[in-house]
């Protein structure tokens, strides 16, 4: 079983930059892939960034491609996103979740991929 825990969202100006940190519980962390997710009001929750359990692969949305940045420190049992040049719709609540699911190599962006989740972690952009 792992616990995860957001931290490092907050309130930042358009073109701002901001590091989300998901610290994880447990000895097995390095067997799970990682993602973000997000989820602003009266929305649904969408899919931001993925890595693959060592670390090798990612995946990200096509609107934050080229400004995130996923990255995983298996010794650390921390998963990281960096987020440059950001945008007033960005905001939103933003979510890491664990999953175990195929290879060592795969990355996915569905939700129901990922069996844990924390309790998530608001970013704020203002125009």
């Known amino acids: 079983q792992v616990q995860l825990v957001e931290s490092g969202g907050g309130l930042v100006q358009a073109g701002d930059s901001l590091r989300l940190s998901c610290a994880a519980s447990?000895?097995?962390?390095?067997?799970?892939?990682m993602g973000w997710f997000r989820q602003a009001p009266g929305k649904e929750r969408e899919f931001v960034a993925a890595i693959s359990r060592y670390g090798g692969y990612t995946y990200y949305a096509a609107s934050v491609k080229g400004r995130f940045t996923i990255s995983k420190d298996n010794t650390k049992n921390t998963v990281y996103l960096q987020m440059n040049s950001l945008k007033p719709e960005d905001t939103a609540v933003y979510y890491c979740a664990a999953g175990q699911y195929g290879s060592a190599s795969y990355v996915s962006a569905r939700s129901s991929d990922y069996g844990y989740w924390g309790q998530g972690t608001q970013v704020t952009v203002s125009s």
């Open positions: 447990g000895r097995t962390f390095s067997t799970y892939a």
